[in-house]
């Protein structure tokens, strides 16, 4: 049984930091590229980042660029999103995701996913 679980949410201030962890379990980490995602209240969930299992370059969305770098531990089975200068815009559940696929734009699509953790809770007051 496949299972992602996600750490690391909270409520903190605008320009404050966060780390977010998700750990998998029951797959073959390493073959696997680990995306974050972000779904707002009302809104429509969005891709936020992903790290490819092939080693390449991170993908990023044009909203986090620059401030959410993402980063693996195979060993550990872990990835990370590491959130910086954060903004009230960034409120949202944040879910990660296994894929087999790899490629920047492969990797912005959630249905190329084929497994979802449930989610931690990012709130950012301003």
């Known amino acids: 049984q496949v299972l992602l679980v996600e750490s690391g949410g909270g409520l903190v201030q605008a320009g404050d930091s966060l780390r977010l962890s998700c750990v998998a379990s029951?797959?073959?980490?390493?073959?696997?590229?680990m995306g974050w995602f972000r779904q707002a209240p009302g809104k429509e969930r969005e891709f936020v980042a992903a790290s490819s299992w092939n080693g390449g370059t991170p993908v990023y969305a044009d909203s986090v660029k620059g401030r959410f770098p993402v980063s693996r531990d195979n060993p550990k089975n872990t990835v990370y999103l590491e959130m910086n200068s954060l903004k009230p815009e960034d409120t949202a559940l944040y879910y990660c995701a296994a894929s087999r696929y790899s490629g920047n734009y492969m990797l912005q699509k959630a249905d190329k996913y084929e497994q979802w953790g449930q989610g931690t809770q990012v709130t950012v007051s301003s």
């Open positions: 029951g797959l073959t980490f390493a073959t696997y590229s």
